[in-house]
């Protein structure tokens, strides 16, 4: 995705001798390439430490093992036969879209999977995030049959969970009536509970979240 402005500062020496092209590049096909990805992840790495004075190896410890667990796991869905697409852009529908971490399909099975690094294990079995996603995915696969759902991540092996197409458009149901009521600014309502709102943002101005308590939901991991 194109993130820079139409008179990017990386691009001056060319705009600044060609006006132009300014304008003309912006709708021009995105290329990049392994070197370009790698300097972004290199300015995000050094823009972290910084901001939180940490050494690279202190700020990243376990990251490449992690990393590496990820990659191991999604090439063991992947065959000469299969189509993998990789922080895959999906639409849902209005209001949702997001961004899955790697997707798998081979000759009608749909796999959505998403990486999870931290210490409290995630499910996949009933995972909205995931079930969203899929439906998003199945997008881009018209022809899928069957959705497998898996959660990659270190501390939680072998947390996968099958569902079908059918149950998916049951849930897509749910999601777009409860989406509706979200964005209805005149008639929100709240329905707080501690594992809902451990992770919300608005959680220190919301009044039901006060009234409710504060306590975490999670158990914590050895």
């Known amino acids: 995705m194109r993130n820079h402005a139409t008179l990017s500062p990386s691009g001056a020496d060319r705009w600044l001798e060609c006006p132009m092209s300014a304008t003309a590049t912006v709708d021009a096909p995105y290329t990049t390439s392994v070197h370009a990805e790698v300097g972004t992840v290199t300015h995000l790495v050094g823009e972290l430490a910084l901001k939180y004075n940490k050494t690279v190896s202190e700020l990243f410890s376990g990251l490449l093992y992690n990393a590496e667990q990820y990659i191991n796991y999604v090439r063991e869905y992947e065959t000469s036969t299969s189509e993998s697409l990789y922080e895959a852009k999906v639409k849902i529908f ?14 009608g099975h749909l796999h959505v999977i998403d990486l999870k690094s931290g210490k409290v294990p995630v499910k996949a ?16 696969f018209p022809d899928t049959k069957k959705v497998t759902l898996h959660i990659a991540q270190p501390r939680a092996k072998d947390n996968m969970w099958d569902i079908s197409v059918g149950e998916l458009r049951l849930f897509q149901k749910f999601a777009k009536k409860s989406g509706k009521k979200a964005l209805d600014a005149e008639n929100l309502e709240a329905n707080p509970s501690n594992s809902r709102c451990w992770y919300c943002p608005a959680k220190d101005k919301c009044e039901a979240y006060q009234h409710d308590g504060k306590q975490s939901p999670f158990k914590k991991v050895k």
């Open 94 to 107: 209005k209001g949702c879209w997001g961004t899955c971490d790697a997707l798998v399909y081979d000759k």
């Open 125 to 140: 079995k009933g995972n909205a995030q995931l079930m969203l996603y899929a439906l998003g995915a199945m997008k881009l």
